[in-house]
């Protein structure tokens, strides 16, 4: 499994970026993607989540109503759209790919994500 990210980048406060995880390899065992983001100093945290079959979304309150996931299964590939970003959206961003039998967990290598006041 491979999941590569990209649309990581500077923006201004109040700005918007589109972040995109294209998954391949054993994408079938996948139940829920999603974006998890990790700041200098704090721990890695769930930022949205959507599931594989239904297309249920979940979303970290920090982020609510700003932030939109979807997903493409054809593609194999999922998108964060964010909107409105706060310079303490600034973090390295990783797509996630979850097993929920195990469970185990599949992550990108990580997209940088920096707004600037």
């Known amino acids: 499994v491979q999941l590569v990210e990209s649309g990581g980048g500077l923006v201004q406060a109040g700005g918007s970026l589109r972040l995109s995880c294209a998954a391949s390899?054993?994408?079938?065992?996948?139940?829920?993607m999603g974006w998890y983001r990790q700041a200098p100093g704090k721990q890695r945290e769930s930022v949205a989540v959507?599931?594989?079959?239904?297309?249920?979304?979940s979303y970290a309150d920090s982020v609510k109503g700003r932030f939109t996931i979807s997903r493409d299964n054809v593609k194999n590939t999922i998108v964060l759209q964010m909107n409105s970003l706060k310079p303490e959206d600034t973090a390295v961003y990783y797509c996630?790919?979850?097993?929920?039998?195990?469970?185990?967990?599949?992550w990108g290598q990580g997209t940088q994500v920096t707004v600037s006041s």
């Open positions: 959507i599931t594989i079959g239904a297309g249920r979304k």
């Open positions: 390899g054993s994408t079938f065992s996948f139940d829920a």
């Open positions: 996630n790919a979850r097993v929920w039998a195990g469970p185990y967990d599949y």
